[in-house]
C-alpha cells in the first residue's frame, strides 16, 4: 500500500481504535489511539503525492502553552442563529479553563498566563463564536464583525451574517453572543491603534484581543521587511506588503526595511484554543503574505485544517518566488478539499478581502 493510500485509511483506524478503548475502558494512550505512521511522520505535499516530512526542531507543542492564556443584507433580518442564541443563556464570565502540564514558557519567552497579553486558555472557556484574523493590519475586518454598520458595503459581511448572525445581533455584548475575535499582526506600527480598539470594545462588552506577532510554524522571533516607500502609492497608506520576504516592487527601491518581530507557533495556538474553547462557529483570515504554507502544512499535519476544528477559512495566496514551486502544490492540495485525513476539510475560500483598507472610521 503506498503512503497516500496510508495517508487517509490510518484516520480510520484511529477513529476505530479510540471507539473500542472507550467501549472497553482500557487506558488510553498515543500508541493506542494512534497506531498508525503517519502520527510519528508528519506529511508534506510535494508533486502528486504525500509523502513523510521530518518535524521542525523548533516546532512547539500544545503542552508548552501552560495555563495562564459588516453590513451585508441580513444585517437588520434575525436569522437561525440569533432565535438559537437567544433560547442558550449566556454564561456569566468566562470559566477556569484546566491546566496543561506545568510549562509557562514558549520558547520565545513569552509567558502564556495573561501577564504580557498573550491569551490565558481561560479566556477561550466563554468563546462559542469564534473570529481569527491572520495578517490584521489595522484589525478593519474585526472592526467589520462588531460594527458593520460603518462598512456597509464590505463583501466580507455576508460571511460574518452566515457564521454569527446578523449584524445587529452581533452588536450585542458578548457575554450574550458568544463572540470572540483574535488578530495577529507583525507589523508594530498598529500597535497603539489595536490598543484603542480593544479598549473602546472592552467598553461595549465586546471580546476583543490583537497580538502583536507574527505567525509561524515555530516560536522564536523572525525578521520582516517593510516593502513600501513611505506614500509611494495607494498601498503604502497602510503599509501592505509587509512580508518576511524583501519584496522587489516597482517603485521601492531600498524600502525594504528590516524589523524583528515575535513569532507565534500558529498550529499550537490553535491546538490550546480547540482544547478550551467550547464548540461553535469558527473563522479564519489569513492574508501572511507568504508565511499561509508553512503554517497550513503544519496545520494538516496537527490535523487541525479541520471542521471540527475550524468551519471555514478565506485566504490571500501570494505566489512569491522564495514559496512559489513548493507553495503551489500545497495550495491545490488544500483548494481541492485534502487536508483533514479525520474528517471533512475545512471550507477553504481564496479571497482577497482588502475594502476599507484605509479604515478612518471613528471608534464607538
Not at 12 to 35: G, Q, V
Not at 135 to 151: D, M, S, V
Not at 216 to 225: A, I, L
Request: one cysteine or more; proline letters at 8%; a neutral charge.
Amino acid at each position: 500500500m503506498d503512503f497516500r493510500a496510508k495517508y487517509w485509511l490510518c484516520g480510520f483506524i484511529s477513529a476505530s481504535a479510540f471507539f473500542e478503548i472507550f467501549r472497553s475502558n482500557a487506558p488510553l494512550t498515543s500508541s493506542s489511539c494512534c497506531p498508525c505512521p503517519h502520527r510519528e511522520e508528519p506529511v508534506k505535499v510535494t508533486g502528486s503525492q504525500v509523502v513523510p516530512m521530518a518535524t521542525s526542531t523548533g516546532q512547539g507543542n500544545a503542552q508548552e502553552l501552560e495555563a495562564g492564556m459588516v453590513e451585508g443584507p441580513s444585517l437588520d433580518e434575525p436569522n437561525a442563529l440569533d432565535a438559537e442564541a437567544a433560547e442558550t443563556p449566556a454564561p456569566a464570565s468566562p470559566a477556569p479553563a484546566a491546566p496543561l502540564t506545568r510549562s509557562t514558557l514558549t520558547s520565545s519567552g513569552h509567558e502564556m498566563d495573561g501577564t504580557d497579553g498573550w491569551p490565558r486558555p481561560s479566556e477561550f472557556a466563554a468563546c462559542r463564536k469564534i473570529f481569527l484574523d491572520l495578517g490584521a493590519n489595522r484589525a478593519t475586518h474585526i472592526r467589520k464583525l462588531f460594527e458593520p454598520k460603518k462598512y456597509k458595503k464590505s463583501p466580507y459581511l455576508p460571511i460574518f451574517d452566515k457564521l454569527f448572525g446578523s449584524g445587529t445581533y452581533r452588536t450585542q455584548p458578548s457575554s450574550v453572543t458568544g463572540l470572540c475575535a483574535f488578530g495577529f499582526e507583525a507589523n508594530s506600527r498598529w500597535k497603539k491603534t489595536h490598543r484603542q480598539i480593544e479598549k473602546a470594545y472592552a467598553a461595549k462588552g465586546w471580546w476583543v484581543k490583537i497580538l502583536n506577532v507574527a505567525v509561524g510554524n515555530t516560536s522564536g522571533e523572525r525578521v520582516f521587511y517593510k516593502n513600501r516607500k513611505p506614500n509611494a502609492d495607494k498601498n503604502a497608506k497602510s503599509d501592505w506588503a509587509v512580508s518576511r520576504f524583501a519584496i522587489n516592487f516597482p517603485n521601492a527601491a531600498k524600502a525594504n526595511v528590516a524589523f524583528t518581530v515575535p513569532l507565534l507557533d500558529f498550529p499550537t495556538w490553535l491546538e490550546v484554543l480547540n482544547m478550551h474553547a467550547p464548540p461553535g462557529p469558527r473563522l479564519v483570515k489569513m492574508d501572511i503574505e507568504g508565511s499561509e504554507y508553512e503554517v497550513l502544512q503544519t496545520m494538516m499535519n496537527k490535523q487541525l485544517l479541520c471542521e471540527r476544528v475550524i468551519d471555514q477559512m478565506t485566504i490571500e495566496w501570494h505566489p512569491y518566488k522564495e514559496v512559489a514551486a513548493e507553495g503551489g502544490e500545497l495550495k491545490q492540495f488544500v483548494m481541492a478539499g485534502k487536508g483533514c485525513r479525520m474528517g471533512p476539510q475545512t471550507n477553504v475560500t481564496a479571497l482577497d478581502s482588502e475594502d476599507y483598507r484605509d479604515d478612518g472610521q471613528p471608534l464607538p
